[in-house]
């Protein structure tokens, strides 16, 4: 395998997004191998001690609201896709699901990685390394999220480039946004400025880029730097009332003072609109967030 196929099998590899759904458990898979690759782990990965774990926290924190993870799912199906290799797999029951027996990759000691074409690639060029893991990130999840998550699979922050296949943002998206909910934060009315300069005040998508949602107003909001992450992790939502929308606070989240100023205070507060109403969040991409991110139950 070369640096073009792995980086073409990279962009197709087959994640189920149809209908708005999110399935990021392959490209957190390779994310958390490009991780282990980078710190010189060995090639394969145990998954019942390494895989199921670290995968399992990592969509607990970054995947869609759900009650079972289910992270062999993605050690088994991505072998298909061409960039994972399961030693031994061919003895291995297949449930009905099409999937490989849970029980047997736990107590058979299964470990999967990357193709050893590609594992010895990886490891001579940490900059293919580096333009996969932006390209799965630029592909699959929102830009907030993004060092996060390389924090989490261990590959570090500063790496960063943008020249992946995804449809590039419209730059005046930002501008549109801000100037609709004039460069306030729609939950909190945070706008500090330093001088002439506002700070801290960014424009987020409700439905994500990653899964289609436009660069228009109706699907953006204003938020401050915390509310903005908090709504991308699902901590914050919105619910759709007569003359507009309500936020929304997760049930999961607790703590003392700070949690009640910035969070729980907010719960049930109508969301500040637009200056022209018209252009009040698009209740679709609002039901698309309240589905596939906020984490439900809100509070009562």
Request: proline share 8%; net charge neutral; hydrophobic share 35%.
């Amino acid at each position: 395998m070369n640096r073009d196929e792995f980086l073409r099998k990279i962009d197709q590899i087959n994640v189920w997004k149809s209908g708005g759904k999110r399935a990021p458990h392959k490209p957190l898979l390779l994310l958390l191998g490009l991780g282990r690759v980078l710190n010189g782990e060995n090639r394969l990965a145990s998954y019942r001690n390494d895989i199921e774990p670290e995968l399992g926290q990592l969509l607990q924190r970054f995947g869609p609201p759900r009650k079972a993870l289910h992270p062999e799912f993605p050690f088994s199906r991505l072998s298909a896709d061409g960039l994972w290799d399961i030693p031994g797999s061919d003895l291995l029951t297949v449930v009905s699901s099409g999937d490989f027996s849970v029980r047997e990759l736990r107590s058979r000691g299964i470990e999967g990685g990357f193709p050893e074409s590609a594992y010895h690639m990886l490891r001579n060029a940490p900059e293919l390394v580096r333009e996969a893991t932006q390209k799965l990130l630029d592909g699959h999840f929102p830009e907030s999220l993004h060092d996060e998550i390389r924090e989490a699979v261990g590959i570090p922050r500063t790496w960063e480039m943008h020249d992946s296949p995804v449809q590039p943002r419209d730059p005046a998206f930002r501008r549109e946004v801000l100037r609709e909910y004039e460069h306030r934060c729609a939950v909190c009315n945070f706008d500090v400025q330093l001088g002439d300069v506002r700070i801290g005040v960014e424009a987020a998508h409700i439905k994500w880029h990653a899964y289609g949602g436009p660069d228009e107003v109706p699907n953006g909001l204003a938020l401050c730097w915390l509310h903005h992450k908090a709504f991308d992790r699902g901590a914050l939502g919105l619910a759709a009332v007569d003359k507009g929308f309500k936020v929304l606070v997760s049930s999961e989240v607790s703590g003392v003072t700070p949690p009640r100023h910035w969070f729980l205070d907010f719960h049930d507060q109508e969301l500040r609109p637009p200056r022209n109403r018209h252009l009040d969040p698009n209740r679709e991409f609002v039901s698309w967030h309240q589905r596939w991110v906020f984490r439900k139950p809100a509070l009562p």
